[in-house]
């Protein structure tokens, strides 16, 4: 199995089997190579190239063979420099480009528009999502991301208290006494009644978001201003509600 930094730091799978082939062997024909690494020759060639062109292998030619050998593996570490400088300026880029694609998003978007998101990275989306908006109101949460994702978590909060985004969060009865409350936050416990399942209610902007936080990963999200109006009276009644008690 290659080692899981070779993945981390951006190789591709192919990528990481050949360097993994090539740290077992040391230097080696394709033909070994490809034997090692489990994968048909022509894919190794190609890869091959592709890691010699990131600076990751060198070869040397002798009798009219090739030997591919590992170069020394500090390079990783400027390999993953590059990578971050590309990441900037792209980033970059894509800043420039921002206000065209809004509009031209904006332009098509329906007036209820309806997206389902799958595993962490569908989560990480939706929360990404979120930090476009000044306030998100909570009903049920259940402190799931922040137990089941905590380093996406913490650097997403950070951006979150950083942009002074707030929260009015409905918790579940269970975690009175055994949770803290984050910066910008407010919170108040639901009654035992609303912990029947790891699902959680989220409203900010124009958008109404179903999470399903238990053994799978799973979020609705609707987009719609009357939507989210009534969602956020049902919040607003809950809260007040509590508040009497």
Known sequence: MPLPILRAIGLSDGEAKVYQALLDLGPAPAGRIHEK??????????ILSKLIEKGLVAYVEENGRKAYSLGHPNRLLGYLDERGQELARLRKKAEKEMPSLLERFSA????INAQAYRGKDGIKAVWDDMLNHKEILWIGSGRYVPKKMPHFFAAWNRRRVKLGIKWRNLLRHELRGKTRLFAHEQARFLPPEFSASPAVIAIYGEKVVNFLLGEDYFAFVVESRELAESYRRYHKYLWEKIAAK
Do not use: I, K, L
């Open 108 to 111: 098509r978007r329906p007036e």
């Open 37 to 46: 690494a489990g994968m048909e020759r022509r894919n190794v060639y190609d």
